[in-house]
């Protein structure tokens, strides 16, 4: 069982800058893939990004290409979202999900999720 907690939501203009974090309990999170997605007001919950266990591998959402970066710590049991450049269509809640076997964006593919951090880009 992985329990995940996001933090570092919150209000910003845009082209600002945020830090996602998401707190992992359980052993399994130093082999899991860890994905962030997001999901705005009436639509669907998409992904954004996700590294592989050992951070050696990532992919990225094209709408977020060059503008977010994800890692993590193992030690730490924690995965980031280093959101740069902040539009007003990067608001949403942002979610990191937990997979024990899957690499890659399918939302189906991801076992376990958080509850979810609010992000809001004003223009």
């Known amino acids: 069982q992985v329990q995940l907690v996001e933090s570092g939501g919150g209000l910003v203009q845009a082209g600002g800058s945020l830090r996602l974090s998401c707190a992992a309990s359980g052993r399994t999170f130093s082999s899991a893939t860890m994905g962030w997605f997001r999901q705005a007001p009436g639509k669907e919950r998409e992904f954004v990004a996700v590294?592989?266990?050992?951070?050696?591998?990532?992919i990225y959402a094209d709408s977020v290409k060059g503008r977010f970066t994800i890692s993590r710590d193992n030690a730490k049991n924690t995965v980031y979202l280093q959101m740069n450049n902040l539009k007003p269509e990067d608001t949403a809640v942002f979610y990191c999900?937990?997979?024990?076997?899957?690499?890659?964006?399918?939302?189906?593919?991801?076992?376990?999720w958080g509850q979810g951090t609010q992000v809001t880009v004003s223009s």
């Open positions: 999900a937990a997979s024990a076997r899957y690499y890659g964006s399918a939302r189906g593919g991801y076992d376990y």
């Open positions: 590294i592989s266990w050992n951070g050696g591998s990532t």
